[in-house]
C-alpha cells in the first residue's frame, strides 16, 4: 500500500519539476519546485525517517519565502529563441547513458523494505543500532549517529555554512562600500 | 508617514504577535530534544530564523534591523561555530579522541530525559544557534543588502531614509 501511494507522489514530484522548467512564469516556477521538495519530505514521513521529514519541510518553507523575496521584483527575462539542435541531442544522449546506468545499479539494490545493512553482518549501522544507547545515551539514534560517531562529518558541514554566509557578505559588502563613496 | 505603516497589514500585524513567541519556543523545543524526539540543532535554527523573517516580512526590514542588525546576527553565528569546535577539542583534552562524548551518558533514573547523552545536547544548542542567525542573514542578504549602507558603527540604514534626510 504504502508502495503505491510512494509512486503516486514520486509522479507528482517529477511532474512538478517538469511544470517547472517548462513555465514562462517565475513564480509559477518557484511554487512548482517547492512543491517537490513538499512532496518529498511525506514521502520521507512514509518510509519511517521524521527526522529527515521535519528538515526537508522546515528548508521547503525557508526557501521558498528567500526565492520569492529575491525574485519577485526582478526584471523577468523570457528567452524566445529555440533550443540549440546539438545541445538537445546531447541532452538526450546524457539521460539515456545515465537511465541505462540506473537501471544496472537498481539490480543490486535489495528489495524494498528490506535494510541493507542486514545484508552484511560487518556493516557500521549494526553497530550503531545495537550499542547507540549504550555507548551515547541519547534515544534518537540519528541524533547519536550525526553528532557522536560522525560528529565531524556535521562539523564540515557547519563549516561549508558558515564559509558561504562568509563569502555572500564580503562580496555584497564592497559593493554597498561602492555606493556609499558616491 | 509613522513607522506602524511599514510593512503589511494590521491583521498579518497582530496574527504575528500572537503567533511568533510560539513558533520561537517550537523550535527551542525542537532544539533541546533533539537528543529524544525527532528533531535537532538544524530544523529547530531554521524555525529561529523563521520566525525573525515572520517578523520581518510583517512589519518591515527596519523594525527588526534597529533590534537585531547583521553584527548580532554575524556574531551569534561565529559563536555557535565557535561552541561547536570548542565542545569538539574539549573531548581531547578530557579523553585524547575528537569529538569523545566526555560528559556522563545516562542519567541516572533512566532513558527519555533531557540531561543525559553526554555533549550532544550542547551541540544541538550551538548548531541552533549557528544556523538560525546564518539563515536569518542569508535572507538578510538576499533581501535587503541592495540597499543597506553601514554609517560607520555598523548601525544600518537604508536608501529609503538617506533620500529623506
Known sequence: MIEIIIIVLLIFMLIGSIICLETKDLLSSIISITSVGYFGSVIFLLIGA????????????????????????????TIEEDRDFFGLIGTLALIFVFFILGME??????????????????????RYLMNGLKET?????????????RGYDTLGEATILFTSILGALAILRVYARKRKEK | ???????????????????????????????????????????????FAATFIL???????????????KTLASELDSLGALLFLIIATLGIYFSGIFFSNFIEKTHPTGNFKLFSSGIIPLCNISIGMKVGSCLFMIFIIVSVVRVIFEDGKGKLITTEKKDKK
Open chain 2, 55 to 69: 517578523i520581518t516580512l510583517a512589519f518591515g526590514k527596519e523594525y527588526v534591523l534597529k533590534k537585531i542588525g
Open chain 1, 105 to 126: 545499479a537498481i539490480r543490486y539494490l535489495p528489495k524494498f523494505g528490506t535494510p541493507s545493512f542486514t545484508l552484511n553482518l560487518q556493516a557500521p549501522s549494526n
Open chain 1, 50 to 77: 521524521p527526522d529527515i521529514a521535519i528538515t526537508q519541510m522546515v528548508v521547503e518553507v525557508l526557501s521558498l519565502i528567500i526565492l520569492i523575496r529575491a525574485t519577485i521584483r526582478m526584471d523577468l527575462t
Open chain 2, 1 to 47: 508617514m509613522n513607522n506602524n505603516e511599514k510593512g503589511m497589514s494590521i491583521i498579518v500585524k497582530t496574527v504575528t504577535r500572537w503567533i511568533k513567541g510560539f513558533i520561537f519556543l517550537f523550535g527551542l523545543s525542537i532544539v533541546l530534544f533533539g537528543h529524544l524526539t525527532p528533531g535537532g540543532g538544524f530544523p529547530g535554527g531554521v524555525i
Open chain 1, 137 to 149: 545515551g541519547a534515544v534518537n539514534i540519528v541524533t547519536s549517529i550525526i553528532l557522536d560517531y
